[in-house]
């Protein structure tokens, strides 16, 4: 039947009509503008999205803005002189700010974020050509890189991210639309929707010599967005379009090669309904698989859920982090195979976390049960918190489980970075966090479900009844919920309490990480007017359904003792190691509680609850966190000492510096002591070398300060001003290369910055350029590593990094750090 259907869509120029299916009543999530959060956790985080993270990110995003002027002014009749360079998605991050400006314009207006957004949504509109397109690339027409976007509009979209970029257009203009009433911005996007629909699904001859493209879009967002417009404007097409984007996946276009460019990167490798793991890079396969909740959710097709419930139960079983975190695998920031779970080595993107997230949330509402709602708040309360540090202006990208301090891990930086070349995952933030009040409540017309906890007061409508509630608590660090209900008139509904599963002998749901310690005997208890209740277990909640009048009052304590979690044995990496946990937040082990360092520390075993001890901790930036502390013992001088090891949440590490970091502890003496960093050359060359410098410096794991550090050895072409210069470097052991970060040397005179440089790798006697990843460029900054990643894992056993001088400069490096596929 499905490929009966495929068949016509590829046949046909019309778009297909939705099946009309009977299924039960949809839930409903209750708005985010509807809930107002006053809690001590969620409050004081969307006053800093207001003030710090929006307008701190709308600053880091002017270039995208200054692009689209440029285009407009393409379509305006202007000469530029000096037009900006090419880039492919830099508007999306532009759009993503956007959005989450908006949803924080819908709770609280301020004329000062309107009026940017008015004025960006006026360049936007010039930037769109007549016909409706939108790609300040190709609108200005400098130089297109075709192996980055194509020589032409929507000839290389497997990567020119056209079609994810006016994805998040789509997004922005619903949340402005339905912030402030403004159509302006979505006027414009439902004119590129049209635009698309026609060029990828009916032809049209300024693209694509008049052919349906009839591609599905190599990074997916416009499928989530679509479904959006179509919730916001009623307009069937939108709906038809994310279905159809979805059902070609994998079948009328299939890439062939490695990296970047295997068929399962971008999840086209099959069709969607024939998918069962999740592969390839996890933000793409989280953003689809949200679509198609959202799809089946919407098109009554059930075909959709049996195929997310096989991809979900392989992904929470095997391929997931505890601390909610997706993607573990450097080279293509996805899903590697089953087990493989790292942890100093763990990626886990940001975006990854923000997408999963999206995803469960989606499952929640379609199958009302909460297990997706347990995976959704570890993901929400670890890794995406992690991701913006306590002041709201540093930022990860990836998120590991371990850390030395040293290892530039971030994007070039051992710590928190305060931006980057792409900027995907500090503006996801931006968008996401405002949305977390709309994921506390939903409803149908016989049932409330209270989905997640926080401190917030609503009103909402369930059982023919407009209802008033109110939520007090001091969740995540408390198990104590009071919910008080307010109807306007005594009504019969269904109160459904998620039991999150951290209350019983698992952390998480899925076969990875159950806990080593005995159980509470009792996961829950709770009470009606101060009278115990007998509430049912369905799918995670407990139900209580009686007749509701205002006043009263319903209180849950969750069982939230410290807990010691074990992972399954093939998970390599945690074998003999245990992790610590309360409630639904990960613990780690911070250099800066804990003399200095964690990495030389042991447990034994798992510790009773006499001997575990809780504290408040102010870290700084936000409201203070619960650490926890508790005996430990620790290597000096290859003896074990018996010591006190201090833990914090992992959301909150890495706000006090860049140090040693560890979640799951080690359980055996032997494995605390910290391995021995060495030199990956063997032998270095350098075209020039200044008579007062090594060459080999470059390789001696001494980590600068900045990049005027004059207190560590270096390497520099000086007295040789304004020549190119090259330095090579033999591998002490050859295999696949993953990644090449230059911390450069600038004196601010006679050694500089780099006007531009490049990597070339040797294999079997054979020099060639490297090609980079696709998401990559050769950056040139400061007081950081500048790092670039192969498109795919390429075997090497030397290294050429080929340097243009700025003018009459010199060049200089301070260190290279050179990361292989283990």
């Known amino acids: 039947m499905r490929f009966t259907r495929i068949t016509t869509l590829l046949a046909a120029p019309a778009i297909f009509s939705s099946a009309a299916i009977a299924a039960e009543e949809s839930l409903r999530e209750v708005p985010f503008d509807r809930v107002l959060l006053q809690d001590e956790f969620w409050s004081p985080r969307l006053d800093r999205q207001r003030t710090v ?38 508007t999306s991050d532009l759009y993503k700010v956007m959005e989450g400006a908006a949803y924080l314009l819908k709770s609280k207006r301020d004329p000062g974020i309107e009026a940017k957004m008015d004025h960006i949504t006026d360049v936007i509109a010039a930037s769109q050509k007549p016909d409706g397109y939108i790609y300040p690339a190709h609108v200005i027409g400098n130089g297109s890189a075709k192996d980055e976007m194509g020589d032409k509009p929507y000839t290389f979209e497997v990567h020119s991210h056209e079609l994810y970029n006016v994805g998040h257009l789509y997004e922005a203009a619903v949340a402005y639309y339905r912030a402030t009433g403004k159509r302006k911005l979505l006027d414009v996007a439902e004119k590129n929707a049209r635009h698309v629909n026609h060029v990828f699904f009916e032809g049209d001859p300024a693209y694509n010599d008049g052919k349906p493209v009839n591609q599905a879009p190599g990074h997916q967002e416009i499928e989530m967005a679509l479904v959006k417009m179509y919730e916001v404007t009623g307009e069937q097409l939108y709906l038809d379009m994310a279905r159809r984007f979805l059902e070609v996946r994998g079948v009328t276009y299939v890439p062939h090669g490695e990296g970047t460019m295997a068929p399962s990167y971008a999840q086209q490798h099959a069709p969607v309904l024939e998918q069962k793991d999740p592969v390839g890079h996890a933000v793409r396969a989280t953003y689809m698989y949200s679509a198609m909740a959202d799809v089946g959710r919407l098109e009554k097709d059930p075909a959709y859920g049996r195929a997310l419930e096989t991809i979900w139960t392989n992904m929470v079983d095997k391929l997931i982090h505890i601390t909610g975190g997706l993607g573990a695998i450097h080279g293509i920031e996805g899903f590697g195979p089953d087990y493989e779970l790292p942890n100093a080595d763990a990626y886990n993107e940001t975006c990854a976390a923000v997408g999963n997230v999206f995803f469960n949330h989606r499952l929640f509402l379609n199958q009302r049960d909460a297990r997706y709602l347990d995976v959704a708040e570890v993901s929400l309360f670890n890794n995406v918190l992690a991701g913006v540090n306590l002041e709201g202006n540093r930022f990860f990208y990836v998120n590991p489980l371990e850390a030395d301090g040293h290892r530039p891990f971030n994007q070039g930086v051992p710590g928190r970075a305060e931006w980057f070349h792409t900027a995907c995952c500090p503006t996801n933030l931006a968008r996401l966090l405002p949305q977390v009040a709309g994921m506390i409540y939903a409803v149908d017309s016989s049932d409330l479900y209270v989905a997640h906890y926080a401190g917030c007061s609503t009103e909402l409508e369930v059982g023919g009844a407009k209802v008033k509630v109110s939520q007090r608590t001091g969740y995540p660090f408390s198990g104590k919920v009071e919910l008080t209900l307010g109807p306007d008139a005594p009504v019969d509904f269904a109160l459904r309490l998620r039991i999150p599963t951290w209350t ?56 939230m003792p410290v807990r010691f979690a074990g992972c399954d044995p093939r998970v390599k990496a945690n074998v003999d190691r245990l992790a610590v946990t309360c409630g639904p937040l990960v613990y780690c082990a911070e250099g800066v509680d804990n003399d200095g360092g964690v990495l030389n520390t042991f447990v034994s075993a798992p510790l009773p609850a006499s001997q575990l001890q809780r504290s408040q901790q102010d870290i700084g930036g936000l409201a203070k966190v619960t650490a926890l502390s508790f005996p430990a013992q ?189």
């Open 53 to 90: 993270l929006v307008p701190f990110a709308f600053g880091k995003t002017e270039e995208a803005v200054a692009h689209l002027q440029a285009a407009a002014d393409v379509l305006a009749g202007k000469h530029l002189d000096n037009p900006p360079a090419p880039h492919r998605y830099n």
């Open 504 to 559: 019983g002998d698992r952390f998480m749901p899925g076969k990875l990480y159950g806990f080593l310690d005995q159980a509470p005997s009792s996961r829950f208890t709770v009470t009606v007017n101060g009278k115990p209740e007998n509430a049912t277990m369905e799918k995670g909640f407990a139900v209580i359904r009686r007749t509701w009048k205002a006043g009263d009052q319903v209180n849950l304590e969750l069982a």
């Open 634 to 822: 620790r290597l000096s001088e290859g003896k074990a000492k018996d010591g006190t090891l201090k833990m914090i949440p992992y959301y909150a590490w890495n706000n006090r510096g860049a140090g040693e970091m560890e979640i799951w502890l080690p359980r055996k003496k032997e494995m605390a002591q910290p391995g021995a960093e060495d030199s990956p050359f063997k032998a270095v060359r350098a075209s020039h070398t200044f008579e007062k410098d090594l060459a080999d410096a470059i390789g001696d794991l001494r980590s600068p300060s900045n990049s005027k550090d004059g207190s560590i050895p270096r390497w520099t072409s000086w007295n040789q001003t304004g020549k190119p210069q090259w330095i090579e470097a033999d591998l002490k052991k050859p295999g696949k290369l993953r990644s090449v970060g230059l911390y450069w040397f600038d004196d601010g005179g006679g050694v500089q910055l780099p006007e531009s440089w490049e990597v070339e790798t040797r294999h079997d006697g054979k020099w060639e350029p490297m090609k980079l990843y696709v998401t990559d460029a050769y950056q040139r900054a400061k007081d950081q590593y500048n790092v670039v990643h192969p498109a795919s894992a390429i075997p090497v056993d030397g290294l050429r990094i080929k340097m243009t001088p700025k003018g009459n400069a010199a060049v200089g490096i301070l260190e290279m750090r050179v990361e292989m596929e283990e």
